[in-house]
């Protein structure tokens, strides 16, 4: 195997970890937001009101997020 090779081998190795950890990244990203979504249609699905003084619009909204 020639030099050459190698260092499109690890190019390319290092590549995939990148695109996996960006991926990774984005779905942990997402997670409160789908938490909070799920918990929302359990709670309309038991018909229950969410909890006094608790603001949905609020928690989705976080300037740090964008």
């Known amino acids: ?6 260092s499109i ?8 970890v990148m695109l996996l950890l960006t991926q990774v990244k984005e779905v942990l990203g997402k997670l409160p937001e ?3 979504a799920w918990r929302q249609v359990r709670r309309e699905l038991r018909g229950t ?3 006094e003084g ?3 619009d609020a928690a989705t909204t976080d300037p740090s997020i964008e």
Request: glycine share 4%.
């Open 9 to 16: 081998a690890i190019l390319a190795v290092f590549g995939c």
């Open 1 to 6: 195997m020639k030099w050459d090779e190698i």
């Open 54 to 56: 608790s603001t949905p």
């Open 34 to 36: 789908i938490i909070r």
């Open 49 to 51: 009101d969410p909890p």
